[in-house]
């Protein structure tokens, strides 16, 4: 069985040791994860850095159409721009 334990090292509580109780059963407790788990977490991880690359080529784009989309409210609700003006002015 493994414990896993907090040993409380300086302040008021020092040398308190604090558990969570049992974890796992395992006849041979590693600190290290198994080559199958690892492979999993760098799979994991090179499927969030294509994500990350995908997003990131995807701003540009969304920027531009939110640009044109703010460009349009502004011509068809001019005072909600400019009241939004105004309160910034005031707060200074």
Known sequence: ???????????????RTYGTGVLQSSS????????SSTLQIMEEMEAVKRQIVEFTQQCPSNDAK?????????K???QVFHDEEESEHDDD
């Open 1 to 15: 069985m493994t414990n896993m334990c907090t040993v409380v090292v300086g302040g008021p509580k020092k040398g």
């Open 76 to 78: 068809q609700m001019p």
């Open 28 to 35: 041979s407790p590693s600190l290290f994860p198994s080559s």
């Open 66 to 74: 939110f640009s044109k989309f703010e460009e349009l409210v502004k």
